[in-house]
């Protein structure tokens, strides 16, 4: 079986409204992908910025992936939120990219929008606190009905990945 290493961090994010950022992040896979090793899903700590807006986390992502196909290549949905003085966490974003497929180390710059809701929740969400979220979080990273959503541009996830490709010539892939 062809074998797929991810090795990097989630460096951080910059261009949100809101300060005291963290991220829950997870990787989907097609049905012909398994895990060997590493966790498919985490979160990082809580930043809050003292000089400049970037929020920084330095998290680790160390994946080791097996698959008989390229069919369902690994893709990184992440989730951007705030925590306020009261320790309440309210979303800030939704974002999604694709795990590069040529070996080699990647920067990769993940843009990130949120659900706006009607202008009674946006209202609502002004005065009250508290964000929007998808109720079924898939459409991220499946984009049947995502052209549906009516949503806003947030700020940016920056990553950083080491991609290591292992027996892909023997399934006829070209590195």
């Known amino acids: 079986m062809a074998e797929l290493h991810i090795i990097g961090q989630i460096v951080g994010a910059s261009g949100f409204p809101e300060s005291c950022l963290f991220c829950?992040?997870?990787?989907?896979?097609?049905?012909?992908?398994?895990?060997?090793?590493?966790?498919?899903?985490?979160?990082?700590?809580?930043?809050?910025?003292?000089?400049?807006?970037?929020?920084?986390?330095?998290?680790?992502?160390?994946?080791?992936?097996?698959?008989?196909?390229?069919?369902?290549?690994?893709?990184?949905?992440?989730?951007?939120?705030?925590?306020?003085?009261?320790?309440?966490?309210?979303?800030?974003?939704?974002?999604?990219?694709?795990?590069?497929?040529?070996?080699?180390?990647?920067r990769i710059s993940c843009a990130t929008w949120r659900p706006l809701g009607t202008w009674q929740e946006q209202l609502v969400q002004k005065f009250i606190g508290g964000g929007h979220q998808l109720r079924k979080p898939d459409l991220i990273y499946s984009g049947a009905d995502r052209y549906r959503l009516n949503t806003e541009a947030m700020g940016t996830v920056e990553l950083e990945l080491d991609i290591i490709l292992r027996h892909f010539d023997k399934y006829g892939v070209n590195s």
């Open 24 to 106: 829950k992040w997870g990787v989907h896979t097609g049905a012909a992908w398994r895990l060997l090793s590493g966790l498919r899903e985490g979160q990082t700590q809580v930043d809050l910025p003292q000089i400049g807006e970037m929020a920084y986390w330095s998290h680790p992502i160390d994946l080791h992936y097996a698959t008989k196909g390229l069919q369902g290549w690994p893709s990184l949905h992440l989730q951007v939120w705030h925590q306020d003085s009261f320790g309440r966490s309210e979303l800030c974003g939704y974002g999604y990219c694709h795990v590069p497929s040529s070996p080699g180390h990647h």
